[in-house]
T-cell receptor
Framework: EAQVTQNPRYLITVTGKKLTVTCSQNMNHEYMSWYRQDPGLGLRQIYYSMNVEVTDKGDVPEGYKVSRKEKRNFPLILESPSPNQTSLYFC????????????FGPGTRLTVT | AQSVTQLDSHVSVSEGTPVLLRCNYSSSYSPSLFWYVQHPNKGLQLLLKYTSAATLVKGINGFEAEFKKSETSFHLTKPSAHMSDAAEYFCVVRENTGTASKLTFGTGTRLQVTL
């Protein structure tokens, strides 16, 4: 089944404790991106990647890192999480950056205390 | 620069009555427009898309949207609501500049369907 998977689905952590949210797609897509969703703000892009080893900042990259060493994986790294990073995170992929449809993962709900 | 405004944060309809979710956009270039749906605890799913072909676009589950350039609108409609339509809906715009494209999401409209 074609899908985007994210792990973990739920995470509660404390300020400053490094964490990684994994994202994997099995559709051989070139383009992958991370969004955060906050009430009343819709989805905002954090980082995106147009292909292996090619990543760039989105609208809200501060406090996040990403890497793209393999085509299928695009982990999101929070080196020192803070409470304002409490949010719902979505990973998405598409065949190319100009593809009309993005496929979204199920989301990761992160709480930083 | 592009932007998208969803005019209602919350819409409530009775089952069997029409649905109208409103979306206005602004774009410096000819845009592509999308509606995505998000059911509780799920990711986003593409409902329909406008990509400069027919201005009336039909999507899944009986939804459709009409691109009106003169009004810069892309409202989502459905003739008869079903309980399973209860979800959050996002209008999304993408500028087609020929270089790197970017999606801009609206803030979402929560659709409630009552018996």
């Amino acid at each position: 089944e074609a899908q985007v998977t994210q792990n973990p689905r739920y995470l509660i952590t404390v300020t400053g404790k490094k964490l990684t949210v994994t994202c994997s797609q099995n559709m051989n897509h070139e383009y992958m991106s991370w969004y955060r969703q906050d009430p009343g703000l819709g989805l905002r892009q954090i980082y995106y990647s147009m292909n292996v080893e090619v990543t760039d900042k989105g609208d809200v990259p501060e406090g996040y890192k990403v890497s793209r060493k393999e085509k299928r994986n695009f982990p999101l790294i929070l080196e020192s999480p803070s409470p304002n990073q409490t949010s719902l995170y979505f990973c998405a992929s598409s065949l190319t950056e100009n593809s009309y449809e993005q496929y979204f993962g199920p989301g990761t709900r992160l709480t930083v205390t | 620069a592009q932007s998208v405004t969803q005019l209602d944060s919350h819409v409530s309809v009775s089952e069997g009555t029409p649905v109208l979710l409103r979306c206005n956009y602004s774009s410096s270039y000819s845009p592509s427009l999308f509606w995505y749906v998000q059911h509780p605890n799920k990711g986003l799913q593409l409902l329909l898309k406008y990509t400069s072909a027919a201005t009336l676009v039909k999507g899944i589950n009986g939804f459709e949207a009409e691109f009106k350039k003169s009004e810069t609108s892309f409202h989502l409609t459905k003739p008869s609501a079903h309980m399973s339509d209860a979800a959050e809906y996002f209008c999304v715009v993408r500028e087609n500049t020929g270089t790197a494209s970017k999606l801009t999401f609206g803030t979402g409209t929560r659709l409630q369907v009552t018996l």
